[in-house]
């Protein structure tokens, strides 16, 4: 323990007498400062004993020792040591008087003991102490060590828990908790979450502190009224884990040194576990290449039992792609001011992170400026991707990575397939994300479509031009009112060629309809018995009828 007035005067070599503020004596003493001046307090930081002979003082005038006793302890001076036998016989009255009304320690230091002395206790006293810590720390340090190797990060939590006095908590890259020690410290992690999301905005390596909030469901624990400090892990300059450790009071040095030990091996476990996620990434490329490639028995000789059932339960296959942000604006779906990065990446995240809380397996292969992922059709892993993309879809907050471009998103979502339609799946991705990417949109799952109208579909820029285009000869006839070839043609085509029924939709006689069906032969140039072009006509008058 670092040095307290009472120390000092226990201490038998120094010979102190308490005169004043008897009941602060287990005050802390930073350092021993010997000074004459009558103002000696822009020379202090606090925490001091000043020690004095009183040599320029009128430590007689009550009025005088009032209002220096007084900015002492303003000034944080936390005692006053007075040597008797230089300047006075005895320590004055008023100085007394004055250090009792402020409650500030005085002590008598007798002739014999030299200032000196007392500035080397104190010195001895703090070297003692950091000593302590610092062997403390060692040894926090080598069990914090041992528990990492012999128990993973649970065993080190717990024993960086002890340590401090207090409790641990790991979070994930999405700022979800991955363990904690002790176990009740899991409520008070889970609150952190969104604090641990805003250290991940800032470049590794980050930390904060934050203060505890009272648990009124957990009275008996020290955390409902903690100090919580949380550190990044990881080199990168995108933390992937953050660590949170919450205790009563400030860190003493030997807590620090336990903390600093378990970030400095956390951050060597989430490196080493980056090198195992990479290698895990070249497996999951190979069973997907596989797969798509109609192999579904190598790709589960070579997946082993990585992937539990995902290979044989109906999946859905995700292919995403980010969009320049430019582009995601002129749709009016870019990302709010202020967001921004790697889309793609935190798709990854969210969908991963989402699969291991409910414990599923997930395969997820970058692939070029793409995203492939393979997720149990129904699961956790598809629906916080859809999650996802709706909320950037509406605009809502959406977990992002600090830093980069402002890209947008877009995904392709199959309809539920196995491992033997593999192939199938990945295109009916492709074409969902292709519609999404002509209209617009974040996501479209290619159930949606095949479930829908065709019509929809009309709705792009270059099969109206193409309807324009088809249609624009018949429209420049009617528009000289020499005719109405279009409607005629419109309605001769919804009665599937019938002249009766046509004719009379439009009110006219069935040859007036022949003779226009033959003027729109000849200016088209086309025959309406071929098929061919009575599908084209149709679609373009549906595309033209949908602006």
């Given at each position: 323990m670092r040095p307290t007035l009472a120390s000092l005067v226990h201490h038998s070599a120094l010979k102190l007498t308490v005169r004043a503020g008897e009941d602060r004596l287990d005050t802390p003493v930073r350092w021993a400062h010997v000074s004459e001046l009558a103002d000696p307090v822009p020379y202090m930081e606090g925490g001091e004993l000043l020690l004095i002979t009183a040599l320029k003082l009128d430590a007689?005038?009550?009025?005088?020792?009032?209002?220096?006793?007084?900015?002492?302890?303003?000034?944080?001076?936390?005692?006053?040591?007075?040597?008797?036998?230089?300047?006075?016989?005895?320590?004055?009255?008023?100085l007394v008087d004055a250090a009792r009304q402020e409650g500030l320690p005085l002590l008598e230091v007798p002739r014999r003991t030299p200032f000196l002395a007392i500035s080397k206790a104190v010195s001895a006293a703090i070297a003692a102490d950091q000593y302590r810590?610092?062997?403390?720390?060692?040894?926090?340090?080598?069990?914090?060590?041992?528990?990492?190797?012999?128990?993973?990060?649970?065993?080190?939590?717990?024993?960086?828990?002890?340590?401090?006095?207090?409790?641990?908590?790991?979070?994930?890259?999405?700022?979800?908790?991955?363990?904690?020690?002790?176990d009740w410290a899991g409520r008070r992690a889970g609150r952190l979450t969104a604090d641990v999301r805003r250290l991940r905005?800032?470049?590794?390596?980050?930390?904060?502190?934050?203060?505890?909030?009272?648990?009124?469901?957990?009275?008996e624990h020290p955390d409902h009224t903690d100090r919580v400090e949380l550190h990044s892990l990881g080199t990168s300059r995108r933390p992937r884990s953050a660590l949170a450790v919450g205790t009563a009071a400030a860190l003493?040095?030997?807590?620090?040194?336990?903390?600093?030990?378990?970030?400095?091996?956390?951050?060597?476990?989430?490196?080493?576990?980056?090198?195992?996620?990479?290698?895990?990434?070249?497996?999951?490329?190979?069973?997907?290449?596989?797969?798509?490639?109609?192999?579904?028995?190598?790709?589960?000789?070579?997946?082993?039992?990585?992937?539990?059932?995902?290979?044989?339960?109906?999946?859905?296959?995700?292919?995403?792609?980010?969009?320049?942000?430019?582009?995601?604006?002129?749709?009016?779906?870019?990302?709010?001011?202020?967001?921004?990065?790697d889309r793609l990446g935190a798709l990854a995240e969210v969908v991963e992170s989402a699969a291991a809380r409910a414990g599923e397996a997930v395969l997820a292969v970058p692939e070029g400026g793409r995203l492939v992922v393979l997720a149990t059709d129904g699961g956790a892993?598809?629906?916080?991707?859809?999650?996802?993309?709706?909320?950037?879809?509406?605009?809502?907050?959406?977990?992002?990575?600090?830093?980069?471009?402002?890209?947008?998103?877009?995904?392709?979502?199959?309809?539920?397939?196995?491992?033997?339609?593999?192939?199938?799946?990945?295109?009916?991705a492709e074409q969902a994300l292709s519609v999404a990417r002509r209209r617009g949109r974040v996501c479209v799952e290619h159930e949606h479509l095949a479930a829908g109208s065709v019509l929809p579909l009309l709705a792009d820029d270059a099969v109206r031009a193409f309807a324009d285009g088809l249609l624009r000869a018949l429209r420049d006839h009617d528009a000289t009112g020499r005719g109405d070839l279009v409607a005629s043609l419109?309605?001769?085509?919804?009665?599937?060629?019938?002249?009766?029924?046509?004719?009379?939709?439009?009110?006219?006689?069935?040859?007036?309809?022949?003779?226009?069906?033959?003027?729109?032969?000849?200016?088209?140039?086309?025959?309406?018995?071929?098929?061919?072009?009575?599908?084209?006509?149709?679609?373009?008058?549906?595309?033209?009828?949908?602006e």
């Open positions: 007689e005038d009550p009025e005088a020792m009032h209002r220096y006793v007084k900015r002492l302890a303003d000034a944080g001076v936390v005692g006053l040591g007075f040597a008797v036998g230089v300047n006075y016989d005895d320590i004055p009255g008023a810590a610092v062997t403390a720390g060692f040894a926090a340090q080598r069990e914090l060590t041992r528990r990492a190797l012999t128990d993973g990060p649970e065993g080190l939590l717990a024993a960086l828990a002890a340590q401090v006095d207090g409790w641990a908590a790991l979070y994930d890259a999405s700022g979800a908790v991955v363990a904690t020690a002790p905005e800032r470049p590794a390596p980050a930390s904060a502190v934050v203060g505890g909030a009272e648990d009124p469901e957990q009275p003493g040095t030997a807590e620090r040194y336990a903390v600093h030990s378990a970030v400095a091996l956390l951050t060597l476990t989430t490196e080493r576990s980056r090198s195992l996620h990479e290698a895990a990434l070249r497996i999951d490329e190979a069973v997907l290449r596989m797969l798509l490639a109609g192999e579904p028995d190598h790709a589960r000789t070579v997946a082993g039992d990585l992937y539990g059932g995902l290979l044989d339960a109906p999946f859905r296959i995700i292919v995403a792609e980010s969009a320049p942000a430019s582009a995601a604006r002129a749709h009016g779906r870019g990302p709010a001011a202020g967001t921004g990065g892993a598809v629906a916080a991707c859809v999650e996802y993309a709706s909320a950037l879809e509406s605009g809502r907050p959406a977990p992002d990575p600090a830093g980069g471009d402002e890209d947008g998103l877009t995904v392709g979502l199959s309809a539920p397939s196995g491992p033997i339609a593999a192939s199938a799946a990945y295109k009916q419109r309605a001769w085509l919804s009665r599937h060629g019938q002249w009766d029924a046509a004719a009379a939709d439009l009110g006219v006689h069935r040859h007036t309809l022949r003779y226009r069906m033959r003027r729109v032969e000849e200016i088209l140039g086309r025959s309406l018995d071929d098929p061919d072009v009575r599908m084209e006509l149709w679609l373009a008058l549906k595309a033209t009828s949908a």
